[in-house]
Nanobody
Framework: QVQLGESGGGVMQAGGSLRLSCTAS????????MGWFRRAPGKAREFVAA?????GTEYAYSVKGRFTITRDNPTLYLQMNNLKPEDTAIYYC???????????????WGPGTQVTVSS
């Protein structure tokens, strides 16, 4: 069992930066891929970034070059730079034993944290 909790969301002007944190508790965290997803109003949950259990990282095309995912167990981070209004969403942290870009491959989810970017 893994418990996840996000923090660091807030309101920011376009061009600004925020850092999200996700604190995990549970056994064998090193055996999970950790990911960030987001859900904008009226849209489906979408992949943002993932940090694999082997150390590799992946990013959605829309955030590549602006967002950076890092991991220092038991905490996962998402540094978000050059924020845009279209980044406005609820951001979720997730853990999956076989995590990929699909949210269906993650077993555990945090409650989410709101990020709002104003133009």
């Amino acid at each position: 069992q893994v418990q996840l909790g996000e923090s660091g969301g807030g309101v920011m002007q376009a061009g600004g930066s925020l850092r999200l944190s996700c604190t995990a508790s549970g056994r064998a965290l090193y055996s999970y891929t950790m990911g960030w997803f987001r859900r904008a109003p009226g849209k489906a949950r979408e992949f943002v970034a993932a940090y694999g259990r082997w150390g590799g990282t992946e990013y959605a095309y829309s955030v590549k070059g602006r967002f950076t995912i890092t991991r220092d167990n038991p905490t996962l981070y998402l540094q978000m730079n050059n924020l845009k209004p279209e980044d406005t969403a609820i951001y979720y942290c997730a853990a999956g034993s076989d995590g990929t870009r699909s949210p269906a491959t993650y077993e555990y989810w945090g409650p989410g944290t709101q990020v709002t970017v104003s133009s």
